[in-house]
């Protein structure tokens, strides 16, 4: 059995993290992977800001530096900002798959142009850095928010009837007015919006975590990882001192 580790950016309990898991519902995936999801130990309380950006690296590369030395033959990162993509890639010699990447690229496969829709107007600045990195400035439609400040802990539970609607509206002037061909969802933590999104819109919704789920399984068959060229080792890791510094974090989170 292959076993792939999912990074969830937020310390959460188990509820929260079940609503998490409720994204493999809508992925086939084969008998022979499984997927464990595995909350950071400290985090900021969003990502609203570069400050936030760089927090937010640091625990994500903490919660997966030791995937492969505990048995996973893969890690996928469980937020649209791709944070601690780069560094994990630099440390482990398994696939790393985030969510932001692959999910513009694989817009690129389905049609010309797309529109990332979001919840609020904080996230914007997290799709800018991989649209830049990527050169899909001319490929990106628009970002639209919904301005409704999410919920990373029950996610859009309670809140569908008011949100979803918002969704489909601005989902549509992305697709009349901006051009798109293709949406995607600006959160992982927005799943919940895809089968409602999916059946009213003409085009196709990509839904973030369960494309990188069914990338991890493709990389592994096809037994493809990163490029050691694109992403060094260190020369000097450091994994005792980023040990002690989330230890110290999740002490100072807890109270």
Request: net charge negative; with cysteine.
């Amino acid at each position: 059995m292959r076993k792939v580790l999912v990074i969830v950016p937020f310390p959460m309990g188990e509820e929260s993290r079940q609503q998490r898991m409720a994204q493999m519902q809508a992925v086939q995936l084969g008998p022979d992977i499984e997927f464990d999801f595995r909350p950071v130990r400290a985090a900021p309380a969003n990502y609203t800001s570069e400050h936030d950006s760089v927090l937010a690296d640091i625990s994500i590369m903490d919660a997966g530096k030791d995937a492969e030395a505990e048995g996973y033959c893969a890690v996928c990162i469980d937020t649209m900002s791709d944070s601690g993509l780069n560094a994990l890639r630099s440390m482990l010699s398994i696939p790393v798959i985030g969510p932001g990447r692959a999910s513009m690229l694989m817009a690129m496969t389905l049609g010309e142009r797309f529109s990332i829709l979001i919840m609020w107007e904080r996230w914007r600045h997290l799709y800018r850095k991989t649209i830049a990195e990527l050169g899909l400035e001319y490929r990106c439609a628009s970002v639209r928010s919904i301005g409704v400040e999410p919920d990373n802990q029950s996610l859009l539970a309670g809140k569908e009837e008011q949100v979803l609607p918002l969704l489909y509206e601005a989902a549509t002037r992305c697709i009349e007015e901006d051009g798109a061909q293709v949406i995607l969802l600006g959160s992982t933590t927005m799943h919940q919006a895809h089968a409602y999104l999916s059946e009213r819109l003409p085009v196709p919704v990509v839904n973030p975590g369960p494309l990188t789920y069914k990338l991890a399984e493709m990389v592994l068959a096809l037994k493809l990882v990163q490029s050691r060229k694109a992403f060094p080792r260190p020369l000097v890791p450091r994994e005792t001192m980023m040990d002690a510094m989330l230890a110290a974090a999740q002490r100072q989170q807890k109270g």
